[in-house]
């Protein structure tokens, strides 16, 4: 192990420590002091909620029937946020997402971080886990990186929520064993869009949209494009600059998302080929090559996107966004026929219906799947082999690239979080191992705090969200 330099905080002994504070982290934590838990968060940037708060749409929450498969504290952050002006609350569409969540990117870094001082979460930003001390399948202490030097953190149950599976690649656990990674994305915002004449071109000009991301048996209407706030478009244009060598595009068609107040989008289009988000490296080129690649696109939106003549960059995310780094090797591996055969299992702990979604990380293109009925995401899935006291929650969990590049979305990584939290607080409170716990009463206080833990649940109640 590393030498451990400057101020060793090594005192102090946590029921739960949260190792990332993203998407799930946040969930995680937040369920896990409700529970009573003494929790500590860390969380390796200034902020929390990781994508959550880059102003993309929050995907997830539904499935292609238009239900509802995700509620819990996730739905309770829609609420808080509508509370607070951040957002409009859910919106169902004819698209493959069925409904999505609108954000605003300043505001719900605020609202996350009022829940988890209300629910009396310690959060240290700015710290990064760099090593880990095993006593046999026990994680001993972490060693944490601050600003201030680094120092020892100890806790009864971990939940590993990096979305890197740090605490399985430190401590020297199983990993599965991935080749080509799907490629990171450098969101962005764009401000002075005039929308209404983009929505009036498409509207004239059906053929720039794509239709083919329309839900079975929704047509594409004027009515449609007038109304959507999410574009899939100029398809065509894409290929046509590309022969002509105008411009290389880094995705096969434009896609963007109109930003709350209608007068800007946040644009999710710039994807790095061939990079590791796990080697800092690789990681450093993929960024260099997505910000040199902004200037070029912003000036061919103005030249060639109608409605964009005037427009302005108004920011980008400091960091690209990861789809895929690392994954575990868990108790249960969910499979490619789980999630397209819309399985359900007995110690199923949250619900999956978002449609499979694979970047190419080589090419412009990728491969997706519309998923006809949601999926269950079992308890065994977050329990890494290899460690004890210890659980994953989001996109770094047992599964497939099949079934990854469906869970990897934001709901779905908020839902798994809350089951993880839950889970560590439980095993802290009863001395049991989180392997040990019953997942039937894991299930049943789930329940209790509106989380939906099964197809059958979502099936019977068959609702839909709020549009």
């Known amino acids: ?3 451990v330099r400057g101020p060793a905080r090594s005192g102090e002994l946590y029921d739960v420590v949260v190792v990332g504070g993203g998407t799930a982290g946040w969930a995680a934590a937040l369920a896990a002091a409700r529970e009573g838990a003494s929790v500590l968060l860390l969380e390796r940037k200034g902020y929390v909620g990781g994508v959550l708060s880059s102003g993309l749409p929050i995907n997830g929450f539904f499935d292609a029937s238009q239900r509802q498969v995700v509620r819990g504290s996730a739905d309770e952050l829609v609420e808080r946020l509508r509370e607070v002006g951040g957002s409009s609350g859910y919106r169902l569409t004819d698209l493959w997402f069925a409904g999505q969540v609108f954000v605003d ?3 719900i870094k605020a609202v996350l971080l009022e829940m988890l001082q209300e629910a009396g979460v310690r959060l240290l930003l ?3 886990v760099v090593d880990v001390a095993r006593d046999g399948e026990r994680i001993e202490h972490l060693v944490v990186q601050g600003r201030s030097g680094a120092f020892l953190c100890r806790g ?3 939940v590993d929520s990096s979305g890197d599976a740090v605490l399985s690649f430190l401590s020297g656990s199983p990993l599965q064993s991935l080749d080509r990674l799907q490629p990171p994305t450098l969101v962005f915002r764009i401000e002075n869009v005039d929308l209404p004449k983009l929505r009036e071109h498409l509207a004239d000009h059906p053929e720039d949209f794509m239709s083919g991301r329309m839900l079975p048996g929704r047509a594409l209407t004027r009515e449609f494009i007038r109304n959507t706030d999410f574009f899939f478009a100029f398809p065509g244009l894409t290929r046509q600059v590309e022969a002509r060598g105008e411009y290389v595009p880094l995705i096969d068609r434009f896609m963007f998302t109109a930003t709350p107040g209608g007068t800007g989008v946040v644009v999710n289009m710039l994807r790095a080929r061939d990079a590791d988000g796990t ?12 910000y040199t690649n902004l200037v070029p696109l912003v000036r061919f939106f103005r030249e060639r996107i109608p409605g964009f003549e ?3 960059l108004c920011d980008a995310e400091p960091e690209v966004q990861l789809r895929e780094t690392r994954r575990i090797v868990g108790d249960y591996t969910l499979t490619d026929e789980d999630v397209t055969e819309g399985r359900d299992f007995a110690d199923s702990v949250a619900v999956g219906g978002y449609f499979i979604d694979i970047h190419s990380s080589t090419d ?3 491969r997706w799947q519309l998923l006809e009925r949601p999926y269950g995401i079992p308890y065994r899935t977050l329990l890494p082999q290899g460690l004890e006291g210890v659980l994953t929650a989001g996109r770094c969990i047992s599964g497939t690239e099949t079934a990854a590049a469906s869970y990897r979305v934001m709901a779905t990584c908020m839902a798994m979080g809350q089951a993880a939290g839950t889970a560590a607080a439980l095993s802290s409170g009863t001395g049991k191992p989180p392997r040990e716990l019953d997942p039937e009463k894991l299930r049943a206080r789930l329940a209790e705090e509106r989380a939906v833990v099964s197809v059958a649940e979502v099936e019977r109640t068959g609702r839909a969200g709020d549009a």
């Open 126 to 128: 700015f710290s990064q």
């Open 105 to 107: 990117p300043a505001l």
């Open 1 to 3: 192990m590393s030498e």
């Open 279 to 290: 080697s800092s490296e690789s990681l450093s080129r993929a960024t260099v090559d997505l």
């Open 156 to 158: 009864r149950t971990f």
């Open 310 to 312: 005037r427009c302005t």
């Open 364 to 366: 412009s293109h990728g």
